[in-house]
Structure formats: structure tokens, C-alpha cells
């Protein structure tokens, strides 16, 4: 079925990338809480914000809520899947390899949106997604070379599922586009529940501090709470291959927060990084701006 791309729709999924910028400082706040527990808490955290809203609309917003099956299923494997297969990636391969696998996530969403109807993807389009990609690897790296560690295989093997999942579900979700944006609520709920089985099953109990509780309740407000009801709104009915190529900036924006907090050290990297993802943030942003029927020719 053919959408009429929404602009801000498409501002919205942009908001998404930049609220996600946040995630490493605050997940680097909980310090040495277990991943399914912040998984857990963060996403409740989430869910409860996002019932609330809803709830002060009435009747009207507890059925907004309502979602096919299918289309709950989709969000909640997607959400839980992708966390779940990052977190065991970061615990069984070299972090700096798993991100940058991870992060081919962007460039599958630019390419599997190719797939849909009513999508033209231009060159300036996989221009941006490549050079976003370039500029993901120079950061994870530190622009030295990837360490390949046949032990990793698992892991590495989690990362790029982890990415496929995303680029899935965010690409997929575009079928669901007459589901309001609010049944996020119900599967943030549905993730924070599963976070919570599999933390009592395979994760020891922590003791959570003031700090640490701040920090997994500004995750559930922001990066995973508004940026998922953003970020869905946006894949369902926003110019996707233009998010796809921008959500590159997550990386950058995450790393130069990191840097400013002064838990990471600045380097000449992040300024080649920089003039990468500018470059291919143009590229993708002039692309989307092209009339329609140029598609053919580009």
C-alpha cells in the first residue's frame, strides 16, 4: 500500500536519533547493573510514562493503545530481540567490533526500504548511509584496525542479528502505518516484563543507588520511552530512507556527549567523523528533497 510521506512524521524519527545520542551516558551511569535489569527498569520506566499520557486522554487514548496482534508482536521482538542481542554481543565479543557491526543497522534500513512501496531511493541516499557507515567505523575504532578474534563468532554473529533486527522491524513497521503510534506503550510494557524474567533467570540481583535509579528513569523518559513512540511514528509514515542514512548521527552525538561528560577523550577522529556525517547528511537530505519522478534517473 502506497503512503504519502509525513514531514513531521519524519522530524519526529529525527528527534528519535537524537534522543538515542543520550543512551551510552546514561547506560554508563548504571555502572555495573546487569543488562536485562536495566533492560527491565528503564523500559517499565517507559511503558508506565507512556500509560500515564494515555490514560489522561480517556477512553479515546486506552483505545489507541489497541494494535493487532501481529503489529504488538512486531514491536515487542523488535524492541526485546535487538536489546537482547546487543547486550550479549557487548558480553561475548570485543565492544568495539560488535558496535561497528551493530551499526550496519542504518545502511539496512536505507537499503530494505528499497523494498516498499511508494519509496524511490536516489544515489545521494546510499551516498549518505555509506559515509555515515564509514564515519560509525572511525568512531568505534579510534581509526585503528579491527581486531578479528575467532573465539568472538557468537558474538559477532549477535551484533549483525541484532542489527538485521532493527533495520527488520523498523522497515516492517511501515505495514502497520494505520496503527496509532501509542500501541508502543503495550510492548515497551510487554519488553520491560520479559527484561525482568530473564534478568531472575541468568542475571545475579544488584543493589541500585539514587544515581542509578536517575539514570534508568531518564532512559525510560527519553531514549527509551518518547524516542520509541518517535521512532515509530516515524518508520510508519516519515521519509524512512532519510532516517535510515541520518540515524548515523546517533553514534557521533552519543561519542561527543561521552567526550563533553568527560568520560571519553576527544580526538582528531571525531573531527573527520564530523565533516563525514555532514557530508552524508546533506547528501541523504538533498536526495529526499529530489521531485519523485527523478528517481528513475538516479
Not at 4 to 15: E, H, N, S, V
Not at 57 to 76: D, E, F, I, N
Not at 161 to 190: D, E, F, K, Q, T
Request: charged content about 10%; glycine content about 12%.
Amino acid at each position: 500500500m502506497n503512503h504519502a510521506i509525513d514531514r513531521k512524521a519524519t522530524l519526529g524519527g529525527f528527534i528519535a536519533i537524537l534522543l538515542w545520542s543520550s543512551l551510552a551516558l546514561l547506560t554508563n551511569l548504571t555502572g555495573d547493573l546487569p543488562p536485562f535489569l536495566v533492560l527491565a527498569i528503564s523500559f517499565g520506566c517507559g511503558g508506565i510514562i507512556g500509560l500515564l499520557h494515555v490514560l489522561r486522554q480517556g477512553k479515546a487514548g486506552l483505545q489507541s493503545m489497541r494494535a493487532p496482534l501481529p503489529a504488538l508482536t512486531l514491536s515487542t521482538a523488535g524492541l526485546f530481540g535487538y536489546h537482547a542481542l546487543y547486550f550479549f554481543s557487548l558480553k561475548h565479543a570485543p565492544p568495539v567490533e560488535a558496535n561497528l557491526l551493530n551499526y550496519l543497522w542504518p545502511l539496512l534500513i536505507v537499503l530494505l526500504s528499497g523494498l516498499l512501496p511508494g519509496i524511490h531511493l536516489r544515489t545521494g541516499n546510499f551516498i549518505g548511509a555509506v559515509l555515515g557507515l564509514i564515519a560509525a567505523a572511525l568512531l568505534v575504532t579510534g581509526g585503528r584496525g579491527i581486531r578479528v578474534d575467532p573465539a568472538a563468532g557468537p558474538g559477532y554473529l549477535a551484533a549483525i542479528a541484532a542489527a538485521l533486527v532493527w533495520a527488520g522491524y523498523s522497515v516492517r513497521n511501515r505495514r502497520y502505518a494505520h496503527v496509532p503510534s501509542a500501541a508502543i506503550v503495550p510492548a515497551c510494557i510487554a519488553v520491560a516484563i520479559l527484561g525482568a524474567f530473564s534478568h531472575f533467570a541468568f542475571e545475579p540481583s544488584r543493589a541500585i543507588t539514587g544515581m542509578q535509579w536517575l539514570a534508568m528513569l531518564a532512559m525510560g523518559v527519553g531514549p527509551v520511552g518518547a524516542a520509541f513512540w518517535l521512532w515509530d511514528n516515524g518508520t510508519k509514515r516519515g521519509d524512512i530512507a532519510l532516517l535510515g542514512g541520518l540515524s548515523y548521527l546517533a553514534p557521533l552525538l552519543s561519542t561527543l556527549l561521552l567526550v563533553a561528560s568527560g568520560r571519553a577523550q576527544p580526538h582528531w577522529i571525531q573531527a573527520v567523523a564530523i565533516a563525514l556525517l555532514l557530508t552524508g547528511a546533506w547528501s541523504s537530505l538533498r536526495a529526499s528533497r529530489l521531485p519523485v519522478d527523478n528517481a528513475s534517473s538516479r
